[in-house]
């Protein structure tokens, strides 16, 4: 897992050191597990953050689909350390 000062110790549950951490959940998704994740930090039910998720994105003009695709690219995946944009960044930088 990951060591940087900000992220030690980082479970398979999404905890560090006894906090918890934001992670796209691979159980109960039906996209990218970005509300799955999102409800479970904030420990709410997934469905509600489903519904506000649909509302968001009807009444501003799919703003809410591009923020679901951004935290999908920024929100590593449950027993991942990093994220799809951190992998990427990493492979783009020279050595």
């Given at each position: ?94 050595s």
């Open positions: 897992m990951r060591d940087d000062g900000v992220m030690s110790n980082v479970n398979g549950n999404g905890s560090v050191n006894g906090g918890k951490v934001l992670v796209r959940r691979r159980d109960n998704r039906i996209v990218a597990g970005v509300c799955a994740g999102l409800a479970d930090y904030l420990a709410m039910d997934v469905n509600l953050v489903r519904v506000l998720v649909a509302v968001v994105s009807m009444f501003t003009v799919g703003t809410g689909v591009l923020a679901y695709l951004v935290a999908w690219a920024v929100i590593p995946e449950q027993g991942q350390s990093t994220s799809i944009a951190e992998d990427l960044i990493s492979k783009n930088r020279p």
